[in-house]
């Protein structure tokens, strides 16, 4: 089993450091083998809307750079781990970064899902989710947060998904256990 | 807030002046042109590249009484370049008081029919406008926005009709230094087509407009390929 974790923490931020850690070191424990990518070491060019990655190259991003290999990442893994500061209720540009390439693992049709048009799924499996947002104290943006998870299970329709927020400046001892808590719900381990 | 003076389109969709967003958040800068206000036009995304552009783009944001943020909807919230653009102004207007009010609109577009699907990416706006000591001044979500095709509104007549009308009303409460009223929201937030026809137009024609491109670039008989597939064990 294969995880991919990808950290759009900016650099020194112990909170999300401490996240994956505790996440691969739980992983590896039961037998994966865990990928931890520190988005803001890579080059990762923004997305530019050119739709280059479904009618000129399909399900490759035209793009190269390290951005086109985590399309791979993403959908060769069976877990996919996305770690960000909860910015304005979403995610950091370092994480969204990697999220706008990766849409060529869907493709450019359209179907309607949960009564709402979407794109249509380019792969047969995809992996399932993990969502951790490290959340500033004093700000109250889980529910946004959630949302937007949602939102984009709808888009990727992992097997099993989980959103959740940890608060800055609680105590690093309830890490380990909020991690496990947070593996359970995608069923990765028991 | 009292009467503005200088309006800062600030285009954030990295197709810069090639964009819907554009386009859309250009005719609402237009109108408040019309009405004597002073507008600046700034593209985030090519800004950002240099120290030198952000530095213009930060002063452009320091000098504006009104700021309309013109974005695309990318996976459900804003682009990574777009995000990256208000964390830069937020981090300079952490560390620099405001000296006056100034106000935030939010101009998005979808592909996708529904304007629902851009309500996350609205909320994100509109709590970093709050982060960052700036008025909400509304936010107009435009669905279907492929259909524009990046030209001006006032050339695509009928298909933008409520779109213009509802901008041009916003225009008025902007203007007088007002947030854009929910009637302006609403009517240029409604579809050119009724939501049942437009759904199924996406699917028809959407599907059509991706072959036909695809096919210029001699991709069409690739278009279902999954270039990284695997034979994945399953747990």
Redesign the interface.
């Known amino acids: 089993?294969k995880a991919v974790i990808f950290n759009g923490a900016k650099e020194g931020d112990l909170t999300i450091n401490a996240i994956e850690k505790n996440i691969a070191d739980q992983l590896i424990e039961e037998g994966w083998n865990v990928e931890p990518i520190e988005l803001r070491n890579m080059q990762i060019a923004?997305?530019?809307?050119c739709?280059g990655c479904?009618?000129?190259?399909?399900?490759?991003c035209v793009i190269d750079d390290y951005g086109r290999e985590t399309?791979?990442k993403a959908?060769?893994s069976?877990l996919m781990v996305w770690l960000t500061p909860v910015?304005?209720?979403?995610?950091?540009?370092e994480l969204?970064?990697a999220?706008?390439r990766i849409?060529p693992?869907l493709?450019?049709?359209?179907?309607?899902y949960h009564g709402?048009?979407?794109h249509k799924m380019?792969?047969?499996?995809y992996p399932?989710l993990l969502v951790i947002g490290v959340q500033e104290s004093g700000m109250d943006?889980e529910e946004?947060f959630v949302?937007?998870v949602e939102?984009?299970r709808l888009?990727f329709r992992p097997?099993a998904y989980s959103a959740s927020v940890f608060q800055r400046g609680e105590n690093a001892e309830k890490i380990p256990a909020f991690v496990e808590e947070q593996l359970k719900k995608v069923?990765?381990i028991s | 807030m009292s009467q503005p003076r200088n309006v800062l389109l600030l285009t954030a969709s990295p197709r810069c002046e090639r964009s819907n967003s554009h386009v859309i958040g250009k005719f609402l800068a237009d109108k408040l042109e019309e009405k004597s206000l002073v507008v600046e036009e700034a593209f985030a995304t090519r800004l950002v590249k240099t120290c030198e552009g952000t530095e213009k783009l930060l002063g452009s944001v320091d000098n504006a009484d009104v700021i309309i943020l013109a974005t695309p909807l990318y996976v459900d919230s804003l682009p990574s370049s777009t995000i990256r653009v208000l964390e830069l102004i937020h981090e300079h207007r952490k560390a620099v008081s405001p000296t006056k009010t100034q106000m935030l609109v939010a101009v998005m577009n979808s592909g996708f029919p529904e304007k629902e699907h851009m309500d996350i990416a609205l909320k994100i706006i509109r709590n970093f406008a709050q982060e960052s000591n700036l008025e909400w001044g509304g936010g107009i979500r435009v669905g279907s926005g492929m259909a524009l095709n990046s030209e001006p509104l006032d050339e695509k007549k009928g298909m933008t009709r409520k779109l213009t009308r509802g901008l041009s009303l916003a225009s008025v409460n902007l203007s007088e230094g007002q947030p854009m009223s929910e009637e302006a929201e609403d009517l240029a937030s409604a579809l050119f087509l009724p939501l049942f026809l437009a759904k199924s137009m996406t699917r028809l024609f959407g599907g059509r407009g991706w072959n036909k491109e695809a096919k210029e670039n001699n991709a069409e008989a690739k278009m279902h390929d999954r270039p990284y597939a695997l034979a994945r064990a399953r747990l």
């Open positions: 089993m923004p997305c530019v809307g739709f479904w009618v000129k190259t399909p399900g490759t399309t791979g959908i060769q069976d910015t304005f209720g979403g995610y950091s540009s969204k970064k999220l706008d849409i693992i493709l450019p049709y359209f179907q309607t709402q048009i979407h380019r792969y047969k499996k399932r943006y946004t949302a937007l939102r984009n888009n097997p069923e990765v």
